[in-house]
Structures are given as structure tokens and as C-alpha cells.
């Protein structure tokens, strides 16, 4: 009987991550938007990227959060300005708005988003870097 509890405690703990589906239309997938400064996005919650995935102009994201009593929101941006290196630098970040959120629960996610916004000519490289990601991520606007 105590098996069975202890069985069920963690399957119910578990079963709130959330993953939102992939196979999403490109149309209507979320957007990456272009800001002139990050201070609005300072207070963003903490999130631990596993796996960054970058296909032409989509970008993947699989993260974990510790969260799980309210709903967190999440939005992809970058510095509308950019480094002038060869390639050119533009500095990114997904912004995580916990909802104040004090739960523990560890969740995965998963977010994919169109960063077209942040190409920098048709055909030519940019270096993205990633807030909280420790690899560079080249990027050529499709």
C-alpha cells in the first residue's frame, strides 16, 4: 500500500511539465521581437537551457524552470543594436515572467520561435549570444 502512495505521489508531481508542441505552422509560430535596451527584461526568472536547436530561421529551445503554481510567460528578444566584429554580435534572451511564482517543482519546456528579427542580411552570418547559453549560436538569415 505505502509502494502504491509513494507510486502515485511522484507520478502526479511530475505529470505538470509542460511542453508545448512542435509541430506548430511556422505562421503561427511565436516571433522574436527586436528591443532597444534589456532593462525592462532585468527582473526575468532564472531558466537552465538543455538544448539549443537552431534550423533555418527557427530557433528550439528546451529549458527547465522551478515553478508550477502559476503560469509563466515567456517571449524571445534581442538588442536591436549589434556589435560591429566580423561577423556582427547581437545579444539575445528569452524572457521568463514567473507570475511570482514560489513552487519548486522542476518543469521542462519546450519553445520554438521564428528569429528572423534577428538575421542581419539575407545570406550573411550573425553571431548570436544567448543569455544563460554558453555557445555561440551563427546564425544566416534565410
Known sequence: ??????????IL?????????????VEEMEKAELVDSFDDYRNSAYVDFK????????VTLKF?????CE???FKMIGMR????TLPPTRSIMLYHDSNGDSCRELITE???YNISAFGYKVGEPITLNL????????????
Open 1 to 10: 500500500m505505502q509502494l502504491y502512495l509513494l507510486a502515485s505521489l511522484i
Open 13 to 25: 508531481s511530475t505529470a505538470c511539465g509542460s511542453s508545448k508542441p512542435l509541430d506548430q505552422n
Open 51 to 58: 538544448e539549443v536547436v537552431l534550423e533555418g530561421n527557427i
Open 64 to 68: 527547465t524552470y522551478s515553478g508550477g
Open 71 to 73: 503560469e509563466h510567460n
Open 81 to 84: 543594436s549589434i556589435g560591429k
Open 110 to 112: 519546450t519553445l520554438t
Open 131 to 142: 543569455e544563460g547559453w554558453n555557445k555561440p549560436i551563427s546564425y544566416t538569415l534565410e
